[in-house]
């Protein structure tokens, strides 16, 4: 196998470090476009810019329920996005902050409320010079990920119950289709079609459950229209986006070198496409269509392209 001498490591790296930075203009582009005035707004607004890094209105209080991730000086403030590597910047996170038992509390599943706790702040609190970002995924990648880690695997029961109340509600506790099945030992199962319905229900009523922060579109869950975001990485370019990061100084206290090709969440296998794939073949286009456009700022501020080629092999097609 022939080795790639270091000047052309180099000049790769820097290819791709360019690459990133002009991905990066793109995104802040569309998310301009898309936010349209409210995003012009804050971009004119002296007070934006000089005091803080949201659009004020006393109408809206969503805002006031984002909360940020910061290091001990925040001087960074991340927005976390679960099922799009929220689980690996929880725990640089938690490494700079000096989090002793970040490890532990990784395997009891409490990180992430933990550091929620104590190195957390408001949206409406930060400061023009501290810098934001955060890391998203292709919509329908997330919900597939969600449903496999929760549902399938670890068929976590604050997950689940939330899933058979409303379907009871729906039809009738005794008519419930979540049911325990004979084939497989009694192991709960939940079809991925109801799932989506269920997310639908859960987005279309604004009702949240307790894991409904795994599959919410993360164009509400971080308000990407209302907070100035510095920076906006994509799992899908994991290592040039941070490869772009480690130029900047305010990551100095971080090792992000050894974030590239870690996996800290107890999936088995990453969620690509065609896993992805395999699932949307169990739902109608109509169905698929529904959901899109729950998620459609978020397929349109992330660069994600129309997903036709989900419909085009949806069940009956």
């Known amino acids: 196998m022939a080795t790639v001498s270091p000047n ?10 360019q690459r990133s930075q002009k991905q990066q203009l793109l995104r ?4 301009r ?15 934006y810019k000089h005091k803080r890094k949201i659009l ?11 909360r940020l991730i910061t290091d001990e000086n925040k001087s960074l403030a991340y927005c976390h996005v679960p099922k799009a590597a929220s689980t690996t910047w929880m725990v640089a996170f938690a490494k700079t902050n000096s989090v002793a038992n970040f490890t532990e509390m990784l395997q009891r599943v409490a990180l ?18 501290t810098f934001t970002f ?12 969600a449903y496999l880690d929760k549902f399938v695997t670890r068929k976590e029961k604050s997950f689940i119950q939330p899933v058979i109340d409303w ?10 289709t979540l049911h325990q099945s004979h084939n497989d030992g009694g192991q709960f199962i939940l079809h991925f079609e109801k799932f989506v319905k269920f997310i639908i229900f859960e987005i279309e009523s604004n009702s949240k459950s307790y894991g409904s922060l795994h599959w919410w579109p993360y164009t509400k869950l971080c308000d990407l229209c209302r907070i100035r975001y510095d920076f906006i990485g994509k799992v899908e370019t994991w290592e040039s986006d941070i490869q ?6 305010e990551f100095s206290n971080f090792d992000l070198s050894s974030l590239i090709g870690q996996k800290f969440n107890r999936n088995k296998e990453k969620t690509t496409e065609d896993t992805s794939k395999l699932y949307f073949k169990q739902l109608s286009q109509d169905l698929i269509i529904k959901l899109y456009t729950m998620y459609e700022s978020d397929f349109l501020i992330g660069g994600y392209d129309f997903p036709q080629n989900y419909i085009n092999m949806a069940k009956g097609v």
């Open 28 to 31: 802040q582009q569309r998310l």
């Open 112 to 129: 992430h409320e933990a550091l929620l706790e104590k190195f957390a702040i408001d949206g409406e609190k930060l400061d023009s010079d």
């Open 244 to 249: 772009q990061l480690s130029e900047l100084s």
């Open 134 to 145: 955060t890391f998203i995924r292709h919509p329908f990648h997330r919900i597939v990920s």
């Open 167 to 176: 379907e009871a509600g729906l039809f009738g506790r005794l008519t419930a």
């Open 8 to 17: 052309n490591q180099l000049l790769r790296q820097r290819q791709n470090l």
């Open 33 to 47: 476009t898309h936010c349209g005035a409210i995003q012009l707004n804050q971009d004119e607004s002296s007070t």
């Open 56 to 66: 004020q209105s006393k109408s809206d209080s969503y805002i006031k329920r984002v």
